[in-house]
T-cell receptor, first 112, second 114 residues
Framework: DAKTTQPTSMDCAEGRAANLPCNHS???????VYWYRQIHSQGPQYIIH???NNETNEMASLIITEDRKSSTLILPHATLRDTAVYYC?????????????FGQGTELSVKP | DTAVSQTPKYLVTQMGNDKSIKCEQN?????MYWYKQDSKKFLKIMFS???????INETVPNRFSPKSPDKAHLNLHINSLELGDSAVYFC?????????????FGPGTRLTVL
């Protein structure tokens, strides 16, 4: 599975959009981009995933560049409860057993 | 109505002891996982089971033995506990082994070995 690079930490004002970048320059055509988050002292939580088209659900939007080498997770109106570590994961369709490979993630702090 | 539950939530024990962590999912999923999160917060896959069959064993020491009595349960037994086993252990499940499926994580079990 391709490696991902994320900023270590980011701040965001409550009510504003949080834009979390992820670089995955070695991604291949059979790899999807997944986002999970982990709120302090809880288990990771799935947010969204995509292949090449932009995706949106009730939690967030995922914007993938045309060359697929990077993506951005957008939380449109961040709240204090969105403070968490956000993980960008690239996962192959040939991934044995469906395992997730977590990196260090981005620690997002939403401030009042 | 917890989807993925783990017991106990906290476990404190002495080196050399044997302990078990239980995991249950009520989502009807086929695949279950164990992950370990160490003190540096890195999450790593340990095991994956699909329909009670072991799919992944990520070079985990054989002191760790997962057991899946049925599709809804994946327990983790650890023999001869060592200091380095101290971590938070997360159980997860997903509908199928395939890649399109999100994984649902339990709340974690914090294991402290003294």
């Amino acid at each position: 599975d391709a490696k991902t690079t994320q900023p270590t930490s980011m701040d965001c004002a409550e009510g504003r959009a949080a834009n979390l970048p992820c670089n995955h320059s070695t991604i291949s055509g059979n790899e999807y981009v997944y986002w999970y988050r982990q709120i302090h002292s809880q288990g990771p939580q799935y947010i969204i995933h995509g292949l090449k088209n932009n995706e949106t659900n009730e939690m967030a939007s995922l914007i993938i560049t045309e060359d697929r080498k990077s993506s951005t997770l957008i939380l449109p109106h961040a709240t204090l409860r969105d403070t968490a570590v956000y993980y960008c994961i690239v996962r192959s369709i040939y991934n044995q057993g469906g395992k997730l490979i977590f990196g260090q993630g981005t620690e997002l702090s939403v401030k009042p | 109505d917890t989807a993925v539950s783990q017991t106990p939530k906290y476990l404190v024990t002495q080196m050399g002891n044997d302990k078990s962590i239980k995991c249950e999912q009520n989502l009807g999923h086929d695949t279950m996982y164990w992950y370990k999160q160490d003190s540096k917060k890195f999450l790593k896959i340990m095991f994956s089971y699909n329909n009670k069959e072991l799919i992944i064993n990520e070079t985990v020491p054989n002191r760790f033995s997962p057991k899946s009595p049925d599709k809804a349960h994946l327990n983790l037994h650890i023999n001869s506990l060592e200091l380095g086993d101290s971590a938070v252990y997360f159980c997860a499940s997903s509908p199928r082994q395939g890649m399109y499926n999100e994984q649902f994580f339990g709340p974690g079990t914090r294991l402290t070995v003294l």
